[in-house]
């Protein structure tokens, strides 16, 4: 357990809201799965409600936090642990492959309440790290989690869905109140873990390719794919109707109806479509 310490108020400018209830805490831990030989890395320890019970089970726990007060606090109770070191950095600046072949380990877990405001750009950032992670256990605004284990043919389905489904199995677990954090925010919060060590749901030749087709598609959400992806054809309806013939897919549908194997189809269909005019 992390000792009695203390008390450091939130920061706004840095958008804290540190988690006080104990079970939910104990919860998230035990999500994590986490084994005596396994190195955690902790996203935004804040007060340490999560340190104290990660550093009961695993190896060896990195804490990257922003904070300098936060990080002198973790550091008084827990400092005395030779498992245990706190990174004074922004999390967005660190690089998640060289932090775990440092620590000596080929892969780690990850752990982290994160912040709303970088909550996209972390979740891109642990994406991209998805080699040398065996899991992530998140909390994240609720809205966001949806987004993330959002199916085809909802609101919530876009393009946060298909990133995070194509590179790992997300799983929502239970949802936080505002209550069980210190100072309580204005928004409901959700935990969820990424599996990252299943075989990808499709198997996608060009990532780039994929996620233009994605992205193109969703930038007007609301219109259907013969007007959105138009502009992949130079325009030529023809040509994107059959494209989306051979992919099995209705140009009249909106893009949030259509799976990511349908858009991998799609894209293939453009290659080809690209090949016969070189």
Not at 77 to 99: Q, W
Not at 195 to 218: G, I, K, L, M, N
Not at 223 to 228: D, E, F, G, S, V
Request: glycine fraction near 8%.
């Amino acid at each position: 357990m992390v000792a009695r310490t203390r008390r450091i108020r939130a920061a706004k400018r840095l958008g804290q809201h540190f988690l006080i209830d104990p079970v939910a805490a104990g919860r998230i831990v035990e999500a994590a799965r986490v084994g005596a030989n396994d190195l955690v890395v902790e996203i935004g320890p804040g007060r340490g409600a999560l340190t104290g019970p990660l550093l009961a089970v695993a190896s060896r726990v990195v804490g990257i936090e922003l904070d300098p007060a936060l990080c002198a606090l973790l550091q008084q109770a827990c400092g005395h642990r030779g498992d245990l070191s706190v990174l004074n950095c922004d999390v967005l600046k660190v690089n998640f492959p060289e932090l775990v072949q440092s620590e000596g380990f080929a892969r780690a877990v990850l752990v982290g309440n994160l912040p709303y405001q970088v909550t996209g750009a972390v979740v891109e950032q642990i994406l991209d790290a998805r080699a040398v992670l065996t899991r992530a256990v998140l909390t994240v605004q609720r809205e966001v989690a949806r987004r993330m284990t959002a199916l085809p043919g909802g609101k919530d389905y876009g393009v946060l869905s298909i990133a995070v489904q194509l590179r790992t199995r997300p799983e929502w677990l239970f949802d936080l109140p505002p209550e069980h954090f210190s100072p309580v925010p204005r928004v409901h919060s959700s935990a969820l873990r990424l599996d990252f060590t299943s075989e990808p749901p499709v198997r996608v030749e060009d990532e780039r390719v994929f996620f233009r087709v994605v992205r193109t598609a969703f930038q007007q959400r609301r219109k259907m794919l013969k007007n959105t992806l138009s502009s992949l054809v130079g325009g030529q309806q023809d040509v994107l109707a059959r494209v989306c013939s051979g992919a099995g897919v209705d140009p009249l549908l909106r893009p949030e109806a259509i799976s990511m194997e349908q858009f991998e189809q799609i894209c293939r269909g453009l290659a080809a479509y690209s090949q016969d005019r070189a």
